[in-house]
């Protein structure tokens, strides 16, 4: 009897054990930080921008698209700049506020020449105050996508 009582014990150990095993050794990819969508992301002080990418037609001048969430308390001016090119642009952003450029609501930001081409990476820098900037590379995509036919400068 006390055979038996073991052996259920061991069978259901060794059940549990190797229902639940492959989660407790296996890398879980869902604890990774990545961008589900066409853009990138950066965090500049309490400033975290989201989607960012740049919509064109021949790579001169192109529509910023992105979203900006200010998780300070403080209002900001946030700054950006195009690392190769002349293109800059300013984006004031209240305390606790959140902004998506290129939907409905808000229109996107003209960077006027930027000069990447349509496929590209251009490297924008974001900065604000004394905060230190974040240089990222943005991808420039056209308006072959649907979603992004209303965006072309």
């Known amino acids: 009897m006390k055979a038996r009582l073991a052996a259920s014990a061991a069978l259901a150990l060794g059940i549990a054990i190797g229902g639940s095993g492959c989660a407790m050794i296996t890398y879980q990819a869902t604890t990774e930080k990545y961008d589900a969508s066409d853009g990138v992301s950066a965090d500049v ?16 001048d192109g529509n910023l698209v992105m979203t900006v969430v200010n998780t300070g308390e403080d209002d900001v001016t946030l700054e950006v700049q195009a690392v190769d090119g002349n293109a800059s642009a300013e984006l004031d952003i209240d305390a606790g506020e959140t902004i998506s450029l290129g939907t409905d ?30 240089e990222v590379k943005v991808p420039v995509l056209d308006g072959r996508l649907p979603e992004y036919q209303d965006l072309v400068p």
Do not use: H, K, M, W
């Open 45 to 60: 002080g309490t400033l975290d921008i989201r989607n960012i990418l740049v919509v064109s037609e021949d790579g001169r």
């Open 105 to 134: 609501q808000e229109d996107p930001l003209l960077l006027e020449g930027i000069d990447a081409e349509v496929g590209s990476l251009v490297p924008l820098y974001f900065q604000y105050d004394t905060e230190e900037g974040a």
